[in-house]
């Protein structure tokens, strides 16, 4: 019995900043080879982590192209709302939400919101339970979401989640570890985090995927040198599973479809900031200079030191900000 697995979608009607083709199309493009994968490999049905829209609401145009698109999917959809589809990050808001209009436009496609339901696929040999966690509140807190909340255990257990599950300890507090995290699932889908961390197969037998996201919404290093890809999964009659990671074909790569000038050209200026900080913190010791006014002082050093204009500007914006904090 097969599966496919899709990451966080983000359709929007138009251009995130840095793309430089029509990401519309492009995605228009993946949704319609995920489509043909499905039937290819006779899956049983696809299943997305969340996040099918980029904001909870979108232009009823886009709407329609997109149900379109999902209506022409010989095998069923199944995903979770993830907290771009939802207002507020608030699961109570769902009922007005382009997600919830799109699920009764389009037969086939279902969106599971409450973790106590769970979808049983099954045949001569094999009996797959589906479960789901939306986004939530609860979300990630002591490592909530990621183990069914029914008992499937009689089932071999697909659990999907839509929550930050990472295999590394990133810059920020709201995240779960794969190898810490404790589930009754024996294989645990997600999404949210579009890089990914590719199959984790666990000591315990556990097994973790987030193949990433089909979309790319930044111009990030990352992101320009990830492969597309969504997984293929195979479950057996003797409750093990064989995973295949698939690259999209219809997918550009990432140095043709995303521009970093903006981000080289932002890292360029605080470059140029912070030599001029140091610069000025130079002058600032030498007596004479000493004497003058702070604003006498940048000037001077800018003009000795040819710095452009638009960063005199700044640091002197960022100059009376500081001393506003001081006196206020």
């Known amino acids: 019995m097969r599966f496919l697995k899709v990451g966080d979608l983000h359709i929007r009607g138009t251009n995130p900043r840095n793309r430089t083709d029509n990401y519309k199309e ?5 949704l319609r080879e995920i489509n043909d994968l499905a039937v290819k490999h006779n899956v049983e049905a696809i299943l997305c982590m969340g996040d099918i829209f980029d904001n909870p609401e979108v232009s009823t145009g886009v709407l329609l192209e997109f149900a379109d698109i999902f209506a022409e999917s010989v095998k069923p959809w199944y995903t979770t709302p993830g907290n771009h589809d939802l207002y507020s990050y608030n699961l109570a808001t769902y009922w007005r939400t382009s997600l919830a209009l799109l699920e009764r436009l389009v037969p086939n496609f279902y969106v599971i919101q409450d973790p106590l339901d769970f979808t049983v696929f099954h045949n001569d040999d094999v009996q797959v339970a589906v479960t789901f966690t939306p986004f ?28 930050m599950l990472l295999d590394h300890k990133p810059p920020f507090d709201r995240y779960t570890l794969v190898q810490e995290v404790e589930t009754t699932a024996d294989l645990v889908l997600t999404g949210h985090d579009h890089t990914g961390y590719g199959v984790f197969h666990r000591a ?9 996201s ?24 003797d409750k093990n599973c064989d995973i295949q990671l698939l690259t999209l074909e ?5 140095v043709e479809v995303l521009d970093r000038s903006r981000i080289e050209a932002e890292q ?16 600032l010791g030498g007596g004479e200079v000493a004497a003058l006014d702070v604003d006498t002082i940048v000037q001077q050093v800018a003009e000795a030191e ?3 204009s638009d ?3 700044l640091a002197l914006d960022k100059i009376n900000d500081a001393k506003l904090k001081v006196t206020s």
């Open 26 to 30: 492009a995605l228009k493009a993946k």
């Open 136 to 163: 939530t509140a609860e979300m990630d807190r002591e490592g909530y979401g990621y183990s069914p909340e029914v008992n499937v255990r009689e089932y071999f257990s697909i659990h999907v989640a839509h929550g």
């Open 204 to 212: 315990d037998g556990k097994i973790f995927i987030n193949c990433g």
């Open 214 to 237: 089909p979309t790319r919404l930044s111009a990030s290093v990352a992101e320009i040198e990830r492969p597309i890809r969504v997984a293929l999964i195979e479950v057996f009659p």
């Open 250 to 254: 219809s997918a550009a790569p990432g």
């Open 268 to 283: 360029k200026r605080q470059y140029a900031m912070e030599s001029f900080a140091f610069q000025l913190s130079e002058s």
């Open 306 to 308: 040819g710095i452009a």
């Open 311 to 313: 960063v005199v500007r």
